[in-house]
């Protein structure tokens, strides 16, 4: 079965000054969110990720500009773009991610339910792969 994309889509504010993305957390988050970062500057032809996360969910929004997600669960693999404002797509535990065709102007927000930390990171594709179809 093909990995199911769960999009979420922050409501945008826009008159003629510009664009205004609220989020209030608790209501437009759908998890308790404990850490918000932002990815922006990164340059054509880079790709970031190669990961998964162990425990950690994260919601990833196009503030501006556009960039493509690889999502991949072991068994299927499904590519996104996050390609307007407001723009999100959920990263669940132990979804391999990898994002890449960042536009120039591409400013990512980060939602994510827990703390910064080393040790939730799976870096190496053959040991989650390992971990993925153990949980099947
Ligand atoms: C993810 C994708 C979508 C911190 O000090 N605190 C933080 O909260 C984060 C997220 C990162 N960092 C440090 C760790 C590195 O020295 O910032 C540096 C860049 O992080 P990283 O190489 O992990 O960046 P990406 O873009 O490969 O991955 C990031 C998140 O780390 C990751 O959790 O899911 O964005």
Redesign the pocket.
């Known amino acids: 079965m093909t990995l199911p994309v769960e999009w979420h889509r922050l409501v945008v504010r826009g008159d003629a000054r510009g664009t205004l993305i609220p989020v209030e957390l608790g209501r437009d988050v759908p998890f308790p969110t404990a850490?918000v970062?932002f990815?922006s500057g990164?340059m054509a032809g880079v790709r970031?990720?190669?990961?998964a996360?162990r425990a950690?969910t994260?919601l990833?929004v196009c503030i501006t500009g556009s960039c493509r997600?690889l999502l991949d669960d072991g068994a299927s693999k499904v590519e996104v773009a996050l390609d307007a404002p407001g723009c999100g797509v959920l990263?669940r535990p132990m979804i391999w991610?990898e994002?890449y065709d960042f536009s120039s102007d591409c400013v990512?927000a980060?939602f994510?339910d827990g703390?910064?930390d080393?040790s939730?990171?799976v870096r190496d594709y053959a040991e989650f792969a390992s971990l993925a179809g153990a949980a099947r």
Not at 48 to 51: A, L, N, P, Q, S
């Open positions: 850490r970062y990815i990164t970031r990720g190669f990961h996360h950690l994260q990833a997600f990263v991610h994002m990512l980060v994510a703390p910064y080393e939730d990171y």
